[in-house]
């Protein structure tokens, strides 16, 4: 087997069948094990800016999901859907940061929920309440069920977010205790940057912040894994050493957890630039679960604890790869299924919702770029798009 990021194992129905280049045509169940022993050196492979472009989404075209799934148009015409939340009455509300806004979904129709926030993000619900991360803060909504507009609006963090400028994403989450915690992304690609920026934060009955994990350049998605208390995020690691670094990651976090940036990655692998200014950082910097190929840019994710699709789905993490800007071999451009084993990532993840992107041009041409992801009640899973301004729908129907 190549010890290169760029090629990955096919596999199919369970065996393995040929090493195929990460740029080949996607489809779902194919599958990818990226390991931190065979990442190569920094700038093994020439720097670039290859960005995606954008195109109109073809007629008839949308998501191709696994055998027996069906996708359909859930929501279009949005601003800039990005992460999503199911309220007690069923209804969902898609936070659009380039509108600093909350949109309400309701029977087919669109209507503004809550304004005025400054690029609104991470949503949660709580103790009957809509919680709201923006750049600055964490907002409390209150909530009753059937109502189009937000009511009283308070704010939870007394302790600002750091500086701004830099990763304006902001995702939250609350553990089976009560505790909040807030994930905030760096000002940079890499530098040495003070707390509470690169890290995730718990924040106390006060609205005060302390550091929980740190290391961690971007961390976009936070998610408690349902029926545990095991908090994961997902995280965009750092740019410009070659295509096949630095990896992107899906992991378990705990408290006082280092996850290298900027002295160190995946482990310790020292920084070109930052390790040899703290050796000790990157001896204790911890290795994470799951690795992505480099640059796929993992955003929102959610576990599947629904009742509708296989079985085998259950406890399994579905996560948002929002697409490259800087690999000359675009990647991501989809949603993958992170496999668990026995309450554990076993550190594969294969393709289950392709289609945005043909996975062969380059610049890659796209039409859409997953962001959030949400299991409704029913048990179908939504998918928003924020360059399609879009949410798609997919469903198990077993044909």
């Keep these: 087997m190549t010890p290169r990021v760029r090629w990955a194992v096919l ?13 080949a045509a996607e489809h779902p169940g194919q599958s990818f094990h990226v390991r931190p022993s065979d990442l190569p050196a920094p700038f093994a492979t020439p720097t670039v800016e290859n960005s995606s472009h954008v195109i109109a989404r073809p007629r008839d075209a949308k998501p191709v999901a696994p055998r ?12 800039h859907p990005r992460f999503l939340l199911q309220l007690p009455d069923g209804d969902v509300l898609v936070s659009e940061p380039d509108a600093n806004k909350l949109t309400l979904l309701r029977g087919g129709r669109a209507s503004e929920f809550a304004e005025g926030f400054d690029k609104p993000h991470g949503l949660a619900f709580h103790d009957g309440a809509i919680y709201v991360a923006d750049l600055k803060a964490v907002w409390r909504l209150a ?26 994403s902001r995702d939250i989450a609350f553990d089976r205790s009560g505790a909040l915690y807030v994930a905030i992304g760096s000002m940079s690609n890499v530098d040495e940057e003070a707390p509470p920026r690169a890290t995730v934060q718990k924040v106390d009955a006060q609205g005060h912040l302390a550091t929980f994990v740190s ?40 408290q006082g957890d280092f996850f290298g940036w900027p002295y160190a990655y995946i482990g310790n692998h020292p920084d070109p630039s930052y390790g040899a200014k703290r050796p000790d950082m990157v ?39 929002h697409g490259s800007w800087n690999s000359g071999k675009p990647t991501g451009y989809k949603v993958v299924r992170v496999r668990f084993a026995g309450g554990r990532p076993t550190g594969e993840y294969e393709d289950f919702l392709t289609g945005f992107w043909d996975g062969q041009s380059s610049p890659a041409r796209v039409w859409g770029r997953p962001v959030g992801v949400l299991v409704l009640k029913d048990g179908s899973v939504l998918v928003s798009d924020d360059a399609g301004k879009a949410i798609w729908r997919v469903s198990y129907t077993g044909k």
Excluded: C, W
Aim: no cysteine.
């Design 11 to 23: 596999v199919l129905g369970g065996a393995i069948l040929v090493l195929v280049p990460l740029m």
């Design 68 to 79: 027996g799934f069906a996708v359909s148009l859930f929501a279009s015409g949005l601003t």
């Design 143 to 168: 909530y009753r069920d059937g109502a189009r507009k937000a009511g009283a609006r308070s704010r939870v963090t007394k302790d600002g977010f750091g500086p701004l400028g830099g990763h304006f």
């Design 215 to 254: 290391g961690t350049r971007n961390p976009v998605g936070l998610v408690l894994a349902p029926g545990t208390n095991d908090l994961y995020i997902t995280v965009n690691e750092r740019d410009g050493y070659g295509d096949a670094l630095v990896p992107d990651y899906f992991t378990r976090i705990q």
């Design 283 to 321: 001896a204790k910097t911890k290795t994470p679960d799951v690795l992505f190929a480099a640059h796929s840019a993992p955003l929102g994710f959610a576990f599947y604890d629904g009742g509708q699709f296989p079985s085998a789905y259950r406890g399994d993490a579905l996560v948002a790869l």
